[in-house]
């Protein structure tokens, strides 16, 4: 007998196959190893080996046979070197979002649409008389007819003004994004890994931003001696390098891309482990590694408060716990009126969210 077979749903049992589970640990893997797949792969076998994540029905051969079949893996028939695909980068990009914002609360905030009426693309089913300085787009023929023939019959047919109708559509915002990461080597010090944290935020928010709202624009600025732009599909394979923080230079080229924009809604996310470190005078570096140099602090303070005055929020994600460091975050946000979010690295799914426009203060799950 065909047909389907209900049962009771137990959320304790997990009902994806060995190859989505492996795929799941493998991505995440990929993150750490910034897309070195053959690191990325000698670490899932030792996993295996620790684990038994595979058994005699289905082994990792089996695992990599898949992978490549499913596009996820490429093979260099020359080298036999693996290299990760666009399908993957864009899972680990998928994945990162379920991950820092899957247990998020829905809420009304972040959302684009307003109830404004105004030149869009949202048709609006309220009409109004017609008003000096409408466009012909705007007006609704079929109503402005018939209120023509009525006011004036249909023998003698004559539209005037008093029976136009213009038809508004809703106005729907868009926003132009500079997402900004902090490659520098203090991203790795001290042992603490933070730099994976930092890519996982920022594909989530990529992935958020080109899915949910794709009229958006999105730049990707990294940052570290210098500032230089980077595409989304680069950001797996993101790096520390041996770099001090120029935080400054990275605000200075968000704000360029931005005054490029035409959109008028601009904001600026910053990943950062919240210490400027670096400023660039002339063609020398000025560093200073120990504690926060005021010389440089200022310089950040003073953007902040420019992109106040071009409206343009700053909204900080802190992938560090120090108090000093949160102490500058805070300042740094209150003088530009944005936001921040400290991310502990244990727990990164959990901000403690400062709105400091409305004083509030709470932590989102």
């Given at each position: 007998m065909t047909g389907h077979f209900f049962s009771k749903y137990d959320p304790s049992e997990n009902n994806k196959s060995k190859f989505e589970q492996l795929l799941d640990l493998f991505t995440q893997l990929l993150t750490y190893t910034s897309g070195d797949v053959t690191e990325a792969m000698d670490w899932l076998n030792q996993l295996d080996r620790k684990f038994q994540l595979t058994n005699d029905e289905y082994g990792m051969g089996d695992f990599i046979d898949e992978l490549k079949e499913k596009g996820y893996l490429e093979e260099n028939n020359i080298t036999g070197q693996?290299?990760?695909?666009?399908?993957?980068?864009?899972?680990?990009?998928?994945?990162s979002l379920e991950e820092i914002f899957g247990k998020l609360k829905k809420t009304k905030q972040?959302?684009?649409q307003t109830f404004k009426p105004g030149m869009g693309d949202e048709i609006n089913p309220e009409t109004r008389p017609f008003q000096f300085g409408d466009t012909?787009?705007?007006i609704d023929f079929t109503s402005s007819i018939r209120n023509a023939q009525i006011n004036h019959g249909i023998d003698s047919f004559q539209m005037r003004e008093d029976d136009l109708e213009i038809r508004e559509t809703d106005f729907k915002t868009q926003t132009s994004t500079v997402l900004m990461i902090d490659i520098s080597h203090s991203m790795i010090l001290y042992g603490e890994d933070r730099i994976t944290p930092a890519k996982k935020v920022a594909m989530a928010l990529s992935e958020l931003i080109t899915t949910r709202y794709p009229k958006d624009t999105l730049d990707i600025v990294v940052f570290g001696n210098d500032a230089w732009q980077i595409e989304i599909k680069d950001l797996p394979y993101l790096q520390v390098g041996p770099y001090h923080t120029n935080t400054v230079a990275g605000l200075e080229l968000a704000m360029e891309i931005l005054r490029r924009r035409k959109n008028p809604n601009k904001q600026i996310f910053m990943i950062t482990d919240g210490k400027p470190t670096c400023l660039k005078i002339g063609k020398k570096y000025y560093k200073n590694s120990f504690g926060l140099d005021r010389k440089v602090v200022n310089r950040c303070i003073n953007l902040a408060a420019q992109c106040k005055k071009l409206k343009i929020p700053i909204t900080t994600f802190m992938i560090a716990t120090d108090p000093y460091l949160q102490k500058f975050v805070q300042e740094f946000t209150e003088t530009n009126h944005g936001k921040a979010f400290f991310a502990s690295l244990d727990k990164l799914g959990a901000f403690i969210f400062k709105d400091f426009e409305s004083g509030k203060r709470k932590t989102v799950y």
């Open positions: 693996f290299n990760i695909t666009s399908k993957t980068e864009q899972t680990i990009r998928k994945q972040g959302n684009h012909l787009e705007q």
